[in-house]
């Protein structure tokens, strides 16, 4: 394990190197530049790696910084790596030059790290204005940071506290000071800065991983150290930025002082935006405003370098305005295209710019001389080379001598890759409801060229409409001058989702494409099933034993579609993932593969790869063009394998900006840059899903909701896919079966329609983007209410019953009513459905049901009887005698009629005398009416035969009721006499 302070051996070694710095390690020869003529950059490689120098042999020279003195002399220096990594045991080395660049020195060591074995890293100068000092800071290990200073230009190193000391003095405490609780720090790189008051300024980033990372270099923020006592002592700023959402890991950044002497940041960070982030302190300290992207400035996650080349006022002819120089790669997607820019309204906008270096440069830091020379110190065909690159003002003031134009706007697009003078030839992504586009060319500043649009006389800096009528354009825009011209081609294409496959209106053997580009073309499907997915259906591949091998027992061809020839352009590719396992095989497991059957061609893939030290896999991402074997491959790669097995993930794999980019979950785990590579072949390369090229690497699991984009999905909208509910449409797709399997020919047209209709809707809501269970669910209930309400074409008569208030005799009114087996209509009777029987009878209903098929029914009464029966009585004595005041049994005989048989009911109503019970003159005797039992029938009972002896005698009258079941009464008299 590597220590975190300097023992005393590295002490040694770096005082060794300080009194002896001639001797030991300055080779004789000198580095000489090329000659600077007729306005052009003059170049010399000052470090080329492979290489040995002092006796050490160096793999590689990174993070270059240059710095020029009070009088002139130019100081270059690096890190002097042992191996390529960050982490490498590496030296520092330097180089001088008292010559303006025109010669350079051997290569000196400052700090020794390699035989110590440590690592030095992130060397930072800050040369004095009025005095040939200069402070030179560096990290160890990424935790301490040191202090050097030489007070003669570089010659010689000595501790700032002890000038008899050539012992770093360290200046970690100083970081101690804030607020933010670190694990990693460094210094620039690049250069830093000393204000008018004198001030000592660099700018630093710090880091804390976390237990789990604890020298990751994220996340991160941004702050400064300075010293206001010439560096003998150090503080630390507040923090400019920290990670957020709306600045990704803000790290190495550069400083200028601006003419109002408040200072302003330059940032690297990793925003997806590929801008530079700008703040701006009163003091370089303090207060720091809001950071900000500097639209102008595209950036690929490099550093880059700014410095101020004149200050309105000052001695000399540069004084006339202020200006501000910046240098980095201008580029979204890779570290290339090294351009310098100038602003003259302190760093608003860049109203210069010039190309360095086309092709491939990285880190880069930038100085003016005394004479106003601009020199720029940059990693070269990275990282084979550190380059110096001196120029004038007019070199970068004046326009090139080809026929170039500086800009190409175009407001709202897509633009890759980032307009380089030097490239003729871009991929432009418009929204889809655009008719027309307005391009805005830029010549460059004193050019007197002339430019085209599509052969149209166009205006540098004003806007030209072109018409967009179909999905995609070639637009030309022709710049002449000199008696040149040269044409940039733009490939313009609007933002379309270009497949879409949903599966729920897929059927076996089949893809169902919704986007509307006719992606539904499956070449070969074996072995692949679908089950229900995430939302809805989904493709399954379950290894099934139709062959030897994944390869062969499940395959996904879908044919190639000029819709999804993504060439260089930018594309998305967009599914939700659930894997049966990530270890079988090797652990490599193909979700999308596009090519043939050869790695000799244009191709893009997906796929799996196992981390075995947490059982989860990382997510890959491949663009490739090896036309004949020759060409390059560009792989991006997750680092905390967050691909799980039996969990559902949705992941996106893109090229955005030509930037490729995975993200997991709606949460972005990579980006990596580089020159778009053309991935398109003929209509014979086809698409495959779930597959490898070969062997057995086969997708295991299930995949649903396939997306692919002619465009770079933006944070918003890959959000917006991975933020989608599950959805279970089995009970849905159910009554679609159902629904589907029914036969029309049976069913009335209007109800058929309905369900047609319902139909319809059902599968417009599966196949619509953004479902819900609640959708899904209302669509099912729906479906299955047009399904209940379908009505079968009816030629069966329709039937009714009939009911009846009354079914027993009576002398009442009967009402008839019916109850059909169907609907009906009743085409008599008024339309009723009752008749009311007054007499005994019938009627017949007469109805027809909706199909118009007719019946009828007979409704018969004969149970109303509103004729009373009669009843006639016979006594067996009439005349009772003598009258000696005894009682005579008497009994009754009892004869009815009835014109209706039924049960009639007779009781005796009363037994009744015209002669008081004991009336004077009839014997006295009372009780003269006996044994009868009223209300009943009875026909026994005794009368007495006693009278009064006056008048015609004594008149028994015996009364009975008699009714029948109809309800019908009458009475009958009979009469037994005691005469006088």
């Known amino acids: ?50 290489t040995t120098i002092g006796g050490q042999y160096y793999e590689i020279f990174r993070i270059p910084g240059i710095v020029v003195t009070q009088d002139g002399t130019l100081i270059a220096y690096c890190e002097a790596r042992k191996t390529t990594s960050d982490w490498a045991d590496i030296d520092i080395l330097m180089v001088r030059s008292t010559d303006n660049g025109q010669t350079w020195s051997a290569p000196s060591k400052i700090v020794d790290g390699i035989s110590t074995q440590n690592t030095m890293n992130n060397p930072v100068m800050i040369a004095e204005r009025d005095t040939n000092t200069v402070h030179f800071l560096f990290s160890k290990e990424y935790a301490q940071t040191y202090h050097l200073k030489s007070t003669d230009g570089g010659l010689t190193w000595t501790n700032p506290l002890d000038p008899g000391s050539s012992v770093p003095a360290e200046i970690t405490g100083a970081f101690h000071e804030s607020t933010y609780d670190w694990r990693v720090i460094a210094v620039g790189p690049g250069h830093g800065i000393q204000l008018d008051n004198g001030r000592l300024l660099a700018s630093v980033w710090m880091a804390n991983g976390g237990e789990a990372n604890p020298t990751g270099h994220s996340p991160s923020v941004v702050s400064t150290i300075y010293s206001d006592d010439h560096g003998h002592s150090w503080h630390i700023g507040e923090i400019v930025a920290a990670n957020s959402p709306e600045l990704s890991n803000p790290n190495e950044s550069a400083l200028v002082q601006l003419a109002d002497g408040s200072v302003m940041i330059n940032m690297r960070n990793n925003d997806s935006g590929n801008r530079r982030a700008v703040s701006i302190s009163p003091d370089g300290i303090s207060n720091w405003s809001t950071p900000v992207f500097d639209d102008e400035l595209v950036d690929p996650l490099c550093f880059g370098s700014i410095v101020r080349y004149s200050k309105a006022g000052e001695a000399g002819g540069a004084g006339d305005k202020n200006r501000i120089l910046f240098v980095n790669d201008n580029s979204e997607t890779a570290r290339e295209h090294l351009t310098l820019r100038m602003s003259e309204d302190e760093g608003q906008t860049w109203k210069y710019s010039r190309l360095l270096q086309l092709g491939g440069a990285a880190y880069s830091d930038i100085a003016v001389g005394p004479d106003k020379s601009i020199y720029v110190f940059y990693e070269r065909e990275p990282y084979k080379y550190l380059t110096v690159k001196k120029f004038e003002l007019d070199w970068l003031t004046s326009p090139p001598p080809m026929a170039q134009l500086n800009h190409i706007a175009i407001t709202g697009t897509d633009f890759a890759p980032s307009f380089i003078s030097e490239i003729y030839a ?13 391009i805005n060319p830029i010549a460059f500043p004193n050019s007197s060229s002339t430019i085209t649009i599509n052969g149209q006389p166009a205006n540098s800096g004003e806007a030209f409409e072109v018409p967009l009528p179909g999905e995609s354009a070639e637009i030309l825009v022709t710049v002449t001058a000199n008696g040149q011209s040269n044409t940039y081609t733009l490939r313009v294409a609007k933002k379309r989702l270009v497949t879409n496959w949903k599966f729920e209106k897929s059927v076996n053997n089949g893809i169902y494409d919704s986007s509307g580009f006719g992606n539904s073309t499956a070449t070969t499907f074996r072995g692949v099933e679908y089950e229900q997915g995430y939302i809805g259906k989904a493709l399954k591949f379950d290894d099934s034993p139709t062959g030897t091998t994944i390869q062969n027992k499940e395959l996904l061809d879908i044919a190639g579609i000029d819709a999804t ?28 593969w ?120 933006n944070a918003a909208e890959i959000q917006a896919l991975a933020s989608q509910l599950s959805v279970d449409s089995t009970a849905l797709d159910a009554k679609i079966t159902e629904a589907k399997a029914l036969n029309e020919a049976i069913y009335t047209s209007q109800s058929w329609a309905n369900l047609q209709a319902a139909l319809t809707a059902a599968e417009a809501e599966l196949d619509s983007d953004g479902i819900t269970q609640g959708e ?189 079941a109809a309800g019908n009464q009458s009475t009958a008299i009979a009469t037994a006499v005691v005469k006088h």
Not at 655 to 683: A, C, F, Q
Not at 687 to 700: E, M
């Open 565 to 592: 020839k993504f060439g260089t352009g930018d594309f998305s590719v967009s599914t939700w993932i659930n894997a049966d396992d990530v270890n079988s095989g090797n652990g490599q497991h193909v979700l999308f």
């Open 776 to 964: 899904i669910d209302q669509a099912q209930l729906d479906l299955q209410a047009a399904i209940t309400a379908l009505v079968l074409i009816d030629i069966i008569v329709p039937t009714a019953s009939v009911s009846y208030s009354n079914v027993n005799p009576t002398n009442q009114d009967v009402v008839a009513t019916i109850t059909s087996n169907e609907p009906v209509t009743i085409t008599n009777n008024g339309g009723s459905d009752s008749y009311v029987f007054s007499k005994n009878g019938s009627f017949t209903f007469e109805f027809m049901d909706a199909a118009g098929n007719t019946g009828s029914v007979t409704a018969s009464v004969s149970n109303i009887d509103r004729i009373a029966p009669t009843l006639r009585i016979t006594l067996d004595q009439n005349e009772l005698n003598p009258p000696n005041h005894k009682l005579v049994p008497i009994h009754a005989s009892l004869t009815s009629e009835d014109n209706n048989p039924g049960t009639l009911f007779i009781i005796l109503q009363s037994i009744t005398s015209n002669e008081p019970d004991n009336g004077l003159g009839d014997g006295d005797t009372p009780h003269d009416i006996l044994g009868a039992d009223y209300g009943t029938l009875d026909t026994d009972f005794e009368l007495r035969a006693e009278r009064s002896g006056k008048v015609n005698g004594r008149i028994y009258t015996i009364t009975y009721t008699i009714s029948d």
């Open 1 to 50: 394990m590597r220590k975190n302070i300097l023992n005393k051996s590295v002490c040694i070694i770096v005082m060794m190197c300080m009194l002896f710095i001639q001797i030991m390690f300055v080779v004789p020869t000198k580095v000489e530049a090329s000659v600077n003529t007729e306005n052009e950059a003059s170049m010399a490689d000052l470090f080329t790696q492979k």
């Open 426 to 438: 871009y991929d432009v992504r418009v929204d889809a409801s655009l008719s027309s586009i307005l």
């Open 594 to 713: 596009y090519g043939r059957s050869s790695s000799d061609i244009s191709q893009w893939w997906v796929r799996t790869k196992l981390n075995a030290a947490t059982g989860t896999a990382n997510l890959e991402f491949s663009t490739g063009n090896k036309p004949n074997g020759i060409g390059s491959e560009t792989n991006a790669a997750t680092s905390d394998a967050p691909i799980k097995a039996g969990v559902w993930q949705h992941i996106v794999t893109q090229r955005k900006n030509g930037v490729m980019e995975i993200y997991v979950d709606g949460v972005r785990k990579t980006r990596k840059g580089s020159t778009p590579l053309n991935i398109s072949r003929g209509p014979e390369t086809n698409l495959y899903i779930g597959r490898a090229k070969s062997g057995d690497r086969g997708w295991h699991g299930k995949m649903d909701e396939i997306r692919m984009y002619n465009y770079g999905l």
